[in-house]
C-alpha cells in the first residue's frame, strides 16, 4: 500500500500506472506479469470493457500520477520491499517524496 492504491478497477489503473513509471520494474518485467495466468483470469473477471471504461474514466488521475512519479526523489524499488518491512509506511512517503492520489 505504498501508493495508497486499493482493489477496486479504479485503484488497479492506479497501482498499475506507479508501477510503470513510479518503480524500478521495467516494461519488460511488468508486461511478464500481465501475461501470467494468474493476471488474465482477473482480466476476464473484471471484463476488457469494464476495465477500458474505467481507464478512461480514470485518465485525469493518471496524468497527476504521472507528474507525482517524476516528483519522487527516486524510483521505488520493486524487487527490494523487503529492505522497508520495518520502516513506517509515513516514512517510506517521506523518503520517497510519494503523494498519494485519492
Given at each position: 500500500?505504498v501508493?495508497g492504491?486499493?482493489?477496486?478497477?479504479?485503484?488497479?489503473?492506479?497501482?498499475d500506472t506507479?508501477?510503470?513509471f513510479a518503480?524500478?520494474?521495467?516494461?519488460?518485467?511488468?508486461?511478464s506479469?500481465v501475461?501470467?495466468p494468474?493476471?488474465?483470469k482477473v482480466?476476464?473477471?473484471?471484463?476488457?470493457?469494464?476495465?477500458?471504461f474505467?481507464?478512461?474514466?480514470?485518465?485525469?488521475?493518471?496524468?497527476?500520477?504521472f507528474?507525482?512519479?517524476?516528483?519522487m526523489?527516486?524510483?521505488?524499488l520493486?524487487?527490494?520491499?523487503d529492505l522497508?518491512?520495518?520502516t513506517?509506511l509515513?516514512e517510506?512517503?517521506?523518503?520517497?517524496?510519494i503523494?498519494?492520489?485519492?
Open positions: 500500500m501508493f492504491c486499493g482493489t477496486t478497477l479504479h485503484g488497479e489503473n492506479l497501482v506507479w508501477t510503470i518503480t524500478t520494474c521495467t516494461l519488460r518485467e511488468y508486461w506479469y501475461k501470467l494468474e493476471a488474465k482480466f476476464r473477471e473484471a471484463g476488457y470493457f469494464r476495465m477500458a474505467a481507464f478512461v474514466r480514470d485518465i485525469p488521475k493518471l496524468f497527476r500520477l507528474y507525482r512519479s517524476r516528483k526523489t527516486r524510483k521505488w520493486w524487487w527490494d520491499i522497508y518491512m520495518d513506517s509515513d517510506i512517503r517521506t523518503d520517497f517524496n503523494r498519494v492520489i485519492p
